[in-house]
């Protein structure tokens, strides 16, 4: 009996070890290589950094607010659901949902300077200190 057990543990713990996961344990499969995002490494410090800026001085004032925390726009923070090529799609195209704008900013901003700011949303996945937010029905 305990051998068949752990016939049937062993495949279950290998896979758990095959699938990639973020410091925190949580899943960051969907973020690409540098080779996919504009040269860009979204997991790079000094590129969350600079995004992080970008965040609080184009994207938070108004609309998703001081590091990602929401304000007329949806929080950024506790958002696994946010997934990079969705991201992408929505800096660059822009979206309208629920009477909501989230405006294109292709042509506004370089396409390293978009994935640079999905660099710092993918740090606020996880982040310390905040309950988790629920998207919203009107979030973009």
Do not use: F
Request: charged share 25%; proline share 7%.
């Amino acid at each position: 009996m305990k051998n068949s057990a752990l016939a049937l543990l062993l495949p279950l713990v290998a896979l758990a070890l095959a699938v990639p996961v973020g410091a925190s344990g949580q899943d960051d499969s969907d973020i690409p290589p540098p080779e996919k995002s504009a040269g860009v490494d979204l997991r790079d410090p000094k590129v969350i950094e600079k995004g992080m800026e970008r965040l609080n001085t184009t994207c938070g004032g108004y609309c998703h607010g001081s590091l990602g925390r929401g304000y007329k726009g949806p929080a950024l923070r506790n958002r696994p659901d946010l997934r990079t090529d969705t991201m992408i799609a929505t800096i660059k195209y822009g979206r309208k949902r629920s009477g909501k704008l989230m405006p294109a900013w292709n042509g506004t901003l370089s396409e390293e300077e978009m994935w640079t700011v999905i660099a710092a949303i993918v740090s606020l996945r996880h982040a310390d200190g905040d309950a988790a937010a629920a998207p919203s029905s009107g979030a973009h």
